[in-house]
T-cell receptor
Framework: DAGVIQSPRHEVTEMGQEVTLRCKPI?????LFWYRQTMMRGLELLIY????????DSGMPEDRFSAKMPNASFSTLKIQPSEPRDSAVYFC????????????FGPGTRLTVT | KNQVEQSPQSLIILEGKNCTLQ??????????LRWYKQDTGRGPVSLTI?????NTKSNGRYTATLDADTKQSSLHITASQLSDSASYIC????????????FGRGTSLIVHP
């Protein structure tokens, strides 16, 4: 298996632009997580889906952030409009649902908003 | 205040030496605790998972301990190697309507030759 696939790996954009991050989970995994990582705050859970349904989005910072999971093999995280403080590494992870199951992380997307 | 606190924030050791990383948590109810290793520029990878009833678990040169009464966990690395240089993150899974992972900020370990 190729593991969790994220694209793009790097994104540089100007403030105010729309940014879309993409994730393909591991086949057979039915839980998907979006995280943001910064030096100041470490890893933060933004939202997670179970069977394509958003379960907890309390970590989504504000209305500028939205996430979708139209099917079991694809999810997007969108920021519109982007701001410099959104600069971070965004990780997607997937797992089999259940409290003991390991999350497998993708390589991350490094976002820089200028 | 973060509900999962890790110490030290960073650590430098010589190759071949042992080290111990600490994780204290205040969250409850508690389901399980994982230690992840994150190499620079990559996503975290799970090292161990511990449930409420487990005290010690080993994975090669990595040994994790858990004291659920004092809400403390440690990760001991034996005979460190250069490849152990990474960030080590403690994650506690807590009930918040569903089981949600709560992350510590990690300990950055550098192993020097």
């Amino acid at each position: 298996d190729a593991g969790v696939i994220q694209s793009p790996r790097h994104e540089v954009t100007e403030m105010g632009q729309e940014v879309t991050l993409r994730c393909k989970p591991i086949s057979g995994h039915n839980s998907l997580f979006w995280y943001r990582q910064t030096m100041m705050r470490g890893l933060e859970l933004l939202i997670y889906f179970n069977n394509n349904v958003p379960i907890d989005d309390s970590g989504m910072p504000e209305d500028r952030f939205s996430a979708k999971m139209p099917n079991a093999s694809f999810s997007t995280l969108k920021i519109q409009p982007s701001e410099p403080r959104d600069s971070a590494v965004y990780f997607c992870a997937s797992s089999v649902s259940g409290k003991g199951y390991e999350q497998y992380f993708g390589p991350g997307t490094r976002l820089t908003v200028t | 205040k973060n509900q999962v606190e890790q110490s030290p924030q960073s650590l430098i050791i010589l190759e071949g030496k042992n080290c111990t990383l600490q994780c204290n948590y205040t969250v409850s109810p508690f389901s399980n605790l994982r230690w992840y290793k994150q190499d620079t520029g990559r996503g975290p990878v799970s090292l161990t998972i511990m449930t409420f009833s487990e005290n010690t678990k080993s994975n090669g040169r990595y040994t994790a301990t858990l004291d659920a009464d004092t809400k403390q966990s440690s990760l001991h690395i034996t005979a460190s190697q250069l490849s152990d240089s990474a960030s080590y993150i403690c994650v506690v899974r807590v009930w918040r309507g569903s089981y949600i992972p709560t992350f510590g900020r990690g300990t950055s370990l550098i192993v020097h030759p």
